[in-house]
C-alpha cells in the first residue's frame, strides 16, 4: 500500500519473508515540473520483493526514464533489487565509500573469522544460505556515486549527503534541511537497535558507529524516515541518547561476563547476552539470527579491547578466548 507522507513524499513496505525485520519502507520523491523523481531503497533480491517493489513503484508512474534510485547501503535488505532495476534501465545512485567496501572477495574472511571466535562448524558453513547473502543484488554499474556532503535535487527537495559509517561503512543518510526531512537509512532506527556488527580486520567499528551518531546531532528534523518500521514525526535526537545508552549497557555486560567467566571465545560470550529471542533462548536462537548476533557481540569485545580492558589469546583448540587485563 503507498501512503503520501507530506506534500510529493511518499512510502510503500516491500515485506522480508522469514525475517524479523519484517518489511523494509521505500521512499519516494515525485518529480515536479518534469524532473526526475528519487525512489530509495529497493528489498531483497527475491522474486515476491521485487513483484511487490514494481507493483509500488507502478502506484507512483515511476518508469527508468523518469526516475533514479539511491541506495542508503549495500545490505540486502536494501540493495536487492538494485541489479533487476538497473537491467530495467534505472539510473543507480550511491555513496562512493559503499561502493568501495562492497568487495565480494572479503566475504570468505566473514566465516574464517567467526570460526576462529567459535562459531560451529554447522553454523559456520550456512554463511551463503544466510538471507543477507542469498538475496544480494546482481551486478550493475552506478550512474553517480555521491560523496559526504554534496547535495542532490529531487522534486523540489535538496538532499545533503551524509555519510554515517557503522551499520555499514559506506552507509548514507539524506537529509532535507528546507523541510528538514532525514531519510536515516538504517542508521537511526526507533523500535529496533540497528546491527552493528564486528569487522575481519578487527577496526573498533562500534566506535565509529557512535561517532556517527554523534555526528547527526547538529540536524534537526521534524520528519524522521528510517528503513524498518516506524516513522513520522520522531525525536531522532532522543532516539540517538536512547541507542548510544544501549550500547553502553552491552558494553558494561559483555565486559562483566569476560569477568566471570574468563576465557570463553566469542560465540560463548555472545551467548550470554541477553537477546530478545522468542525462541526460547540462545540454543534454540535460528542460526541465521546467529550471525547477527554473534557480529554484534564480537563489535562490543573488539571496543574493549581497543579500550584495553579485555585482551583475547588462543586456547588448545585455535580459538580466540577473551579475558580481562590489569586495567580492568
Known amino acids: 500500500m503507498t501512503i503520501n507522507i507530506t506534500d510529493n513524499i511518499y512510502t510503500f513496505p516491500v515485506r522480508l519473508p522469514h525475517n524479523p525485520l519484517q518489511y523494509v519502507n521505500c521512499y519516494v520523491i515525485k518529480a515536479k515540473d518534469g524532473g526526475r523523481s528519487l525512489l530509495i531503497d529497493t528489498g531483497f533480491n527475491r522474486p515476491d520483493c521485487l513483484e511487490m517493489l514494481l507493483e509500488g513503484m507502478k502506484s507512483l508512474d515511476l518508469r527508468p526514464e523518469n526516475t533514479d534510485v539511491f541506495i542508503t547501503h549495500f545490505h540486502s535488505d536494501h540493495s536487492g533489487n538494485v541489479g533487476a532495476l538497473y537491467d530495467m534501465g534505472y539510473p543507480i545512485v550511491l555513496g562512493r565509500i559503499e561502493l568501495v567496501e562492497f568487495d565480494r572477495s572479503v566475504w570468505p574472511r566473514v566465516p574464517n573469522r567467526f570460526s576462529h571466535e567459535g562459531m560451529p562448524d554447522s553454523i559456520v558453513s550456512t554463511f551463503y544460505d544466510n538471507p543477507s547473502m542469498r538475496y544480494m543484488p546482481t551486478d550493475f554499474v552506478p550512474s553517480r556515486l555521491v560523496e559526504d556532503g554534496e547535495v542532490l535535487r529531487y522534486g523540489g527537495h535538496r538532499l545533503k549527503c551524509i555519510h554515517t559509517p557503522g551499520h555499514s561503512m559506506g552507509h548514507m543518510c539524506l537529509y532535507d534541511e528546507d523541510n528538514r526531512i532525514f531519510f536515516c537509512g538504517d542508521h537511526v532506527l526507533f523500535d529496533i537497535t540497528p546491527n552493528i556488527t564486528c569487522r575481519c580486520e578487527r577496526r573498533d567499528i562500534l566506535s565509529i558507529y557512535l561517532s556517527s551518531l554523534e555526528k547527526i546531532r547538529e540536524y534537526r528534523p521534524e520528519l524522521v524516515l528510517p528503513g524498518h518500521r516506524r516513522y513520522g514525526e520522531l525525536n531522532m535526537h532522543h532516539r540517538i541518547d536512547e541507542i548510544i545508552d544501549h550500547h553502553t549497557a552491552r558494553l558494561n555486560e559483555a565486559l562483566q561476563i569476560v569477568r566471570d567467566c574468563p576465557g570463553l571465545t566469542g560465540y560463548e560470550v555472545s551467548g550470554r547476552m541477553a537477546w530478545r529471542i522468542s525462541s526460547g533462548g540462545w540454543s ?38 577473551y579475558n580481562l587485563t590489569d586495567r580492568s
Open 284 to 321: 534454540k536462537f535460528p542460526d541465521n539470527q546467529k550471525w547477527f548476533a554473534m557480529g554484534e557481540g564480537l563489535a562490543h569485545l573488539d571496543h574493549l579491547m581497543d579500550a584495553g580492558l579485555v585482551a583475547q589469546s588462543e586456547n588448545a583448540e585455535g580459538k580466540f578466548i
